[in-house]
Every structure is written in C-alpha cells, then in structure tokens.
C-alpha cells in the first residue's frame, strides 16, 4: 500500500482475547478488509466469531492485539467515532428497534450524533430507501414482518453511515423471498460489509472472500467458492454444504 491510498476498512492484527473465566477465544487473529469488500466470517460454533465481532466496536477490549477501523484504534478514547464507524446488525432486529416508530428508530443514531431538521430527515429517507423501507417509515416497527423488521435494521446503522457494516447472520428465519431481497440490497450498498454466517450459499452469494475462524485461529482466507470446495478444509473446521450444493457449479452461475 502507498503512503497515499486509504487505510483499510478494518485492520485486526495479532489480536488475541481471554475471557475473565480464563476462556481463550481468540488466539493472534489477523484479518485486513479492504474498503468497498464484502467478506463472510464462517466457522463451527464457538469458533470465536462474535468473539472478534464484539471487538470491532470495542464492546470487548483489553486483550492483547490492534484493531483499526479505517486507521483509527479501537481504544477506549475513540469509541464514540468507532460506533460510528462500526454498525453492526445483530441478529435479532428486535435487540435494535425500540421506538414507537420506524422512522424515530432509523434517526435515533444520527440524532444521537447531534444531528436535526432536514439533514435528518434526509439521512433517515435515504437510509429506508436503501433498504426498501421508505414507505413504512410511519409503522410501529412490531407491526412489520420479521424480514421487514431485519431490514429496518439494517437501514438503522445505515442512516449511520458506517465505514464497515457487520451483519450477524443476516439470512436467519428469512423466507427464500425474502432471503433474496436482502441479498439483493446487500449486494447494491457500496459498503464494507463483515457477515458472521452459517449460511454458506448465503456467503457464496454475497462474498467473493471468505475467512474461516475456528479454534480462535484463521484457518482459511481465500475465494470463497475455493474455500467451500475444499472438502477437507470444510469437514476439519465442521462446515457443511447443502446436500448436491456445488460452490463452483454456483459460483459459475452467479
Ligand atoms: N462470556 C463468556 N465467558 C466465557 N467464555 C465465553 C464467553 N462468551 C463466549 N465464550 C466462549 O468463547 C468461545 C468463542 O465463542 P463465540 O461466541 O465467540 O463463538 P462463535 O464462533 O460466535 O460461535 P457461534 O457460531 O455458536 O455463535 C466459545 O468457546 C465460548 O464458549
């Protein structure tokens, strides 16, 4: 990288985390995600993913390591700027819609941040735009349908305009429909986008980049139709395809 090119979305380097148990999730994590890619995050349960996740917004700190969001340190002195920078939507949408209406929960960050009148109103527009919303703006959000609601939520950290969006198994509980129409907002937002999943035709779909984390390690980062046809990289990190699913065959197709 030249002196002149912008740093990295997200750069975690040797970061490596005990929990007050004693528990070590993570162990010398080091993962670079360029501005403008969108990467998946897979591995088994208990791999350490939420582990890292919780690091990126420094809700988790204190272990050894760095984390920069876009060249700034998650440290205690800048948080405020790094939820800003840092929106993750966690996946349940209903641990992030509390107000009476969709259009208060989408402007509570930015007002949060100071901002008012029509810049606001503006911010919070274009936010539901992107995600399809635009219309529900005046709906109590428990009115709204789990898909809908998720993609509320996803406009609430959008309306914040993050450097790197973090999404939390997006296509959980989602119908095919509207597994698809999430994908296809997703894959429309120009922004860096992180997505902890399970769902690896989901990955496959969205991400041209997958890591996997397992043991509190990376164990793999690569394309991620190579990492998905690698029979024996998968059964060892206990990842499983869909029954016929062939990453190649789909990766081809896309
Ligand atoms: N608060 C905690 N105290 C002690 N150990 C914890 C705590 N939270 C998580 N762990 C342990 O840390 C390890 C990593 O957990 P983590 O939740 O990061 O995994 P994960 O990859 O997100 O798993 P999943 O796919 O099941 O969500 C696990 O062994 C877990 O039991």
Same mark, same amino acid.
């Given at each position: 990288?030249? *002196? +002149? ?7 975690v *380097? ?21 501005? !403008?890619? /969108?990467?998946? =995050? ?5 791999? $350490? ?6 690091h =990126? ?7 050894? !390591?760095s984390v ?6 998650v ?21 992030? =819609? ?10 509570? !960050? ?40 998720? %993609? ?19 296509? +959980?509980?989602?119908?095919?429909? *509207? ?7 997703? %894959? ?20 041209? %980049? +997958?890591?996997?984390?397992?043991? $509190? ?17 998968? %059964?060892?990190? /206990? =990842? ?15």
């Amino acid at each position: 990288m030249t *002196s +002149s090119a912008a740093p990295a979305s997200l750069e975690v *380097s040797g970061l490596a985390f005990a929990y007050p148990d004693g528990h070590q999730a993570l162990f010398g994590v080091d993962l670079t995600v360029g501005r !403008g890619e /969108r990467v998946a =995050l897979l591995g088994p349960n208990g791999a $350490g993913k939420t582990t890292l996740v919780l690091h =990126l917004n420094g809700i988790l700190t204190g272990g050894a !390591g760095s984390v920069k969001v876009a060249g700034l340190p998650v440290e205690k002195r800048n948080l405020a700027e790094i939820r800003r920078r840092v929106g993750i939507v966690f996946q349940d949408p209903d641990d992030q =819609l509390f107000m009476p209406t969709v259009r208060e929960d989408v402007a509570f !960050g930015p007002a949060a941040s100071g901002m008012r009148g029509a810049e606001l109103e503006a911010r919070v527009h274009k936010a539901l735009e992107r995600v399809g919303m635009a219309e529900y703006a005046d709906r109590p959000p428990h009115h709204l349908s789990f898909g809908q609601r998720r %993609r509320v939520a996803v406009a609430t950290v959008l309306a914040m305009e993050p450097e790197i969006l973090v999404l939390d198994e997006p296509s +959980s509980n989602l119908d095919p429909a *509207s597994r698809r129409e999430l994908a296809d907002i997703l %894959r429309a937002l120009d922004v860096t986008v992180l997505m902890v999943t399970h769902d690896l035709p989901y990955a496959l779909e969205l991400c041209s %980049r +997958s890591v996997i984390l397992s043991g $509190g390690t990376i164990a793999a980062d690569g394309k991620t139709a190579d990492v998905l046809a690698d029979d024996e990289l998968m %059964r060892t990190h /206990r =990842l499983e395809l869909p029954f016929g699913f062939d990453p190649r065959a789909a990766a081809a197709k896309a």
